[in-house]
């Protein structure tokens, strides 16, 4: 079975900034790309960033693009997310995934991920 860990939530204030960590524990797997979505309350969860291994490459939603920045270790599957400038619609619970198994152009998409962590809280005061 596979853990994956959330730390590094929190309140910060507007402006501020906040890194999140995930680390995946207990049955070794090899993941092709890892995520982090989020859930505001009352909205449905929605892709924020993803780093595939295989091409070094990043992907973010256009509402975090230039402020947040996702990096990690494949060997480690680490993956964490530096959250600058932060704003109060950033708040919610931002969960990490990883994938065993990636699909070109679906890296924003839930269904591609078999593994999610239980979340951890970010709220972001005015």
């Known amino acids: 079975q596979v853990q994956m860990v959330e730390s590094g939530g929190g309140l910060v204030q507007a402006g501020g900034s906040m890194r999140l960590s995930c680390a995946a524990s207990?049955?070794?797997?090899?993941?092709?790309?890892m995520g982090w979505f989020r859930q505001a309350p009352g909205k449905e969860r929605e892709f924020v960033a993803a780093?595939?291994?295989?091409?070094?490459?990043?992907s973010y939603a256009d509402s975090v693009k230039g402020r947040f920045t996702i990096s990690g270790d494949n060997s480690q599957n680490t993956v964490y997310l530096q959250m600058n400038s932060l704003k109060p619609e950033d708040t919610a619970v931002y969960y990490c995934?990883?994938?065993?198994?990636?699909?070109?152009?679906?890296?924003?998409?839930?269904?591609?991920?078999?593994?999610w962590g239980q979340g951890t809280q970010v709220t972001v005061s005015s």
């Open positions: 780093r595939r291994w295989s091409t070094s490459t990043s």
């Open positions: 995934a990883a994938s065993r198994i990636c699909y070109t152009g679906s890296d924003y998409q839930p269904n591609m991920y078999h593994y």
């Open positions: 207990g049955r070794t797997f090899s993941s092709c790309a």
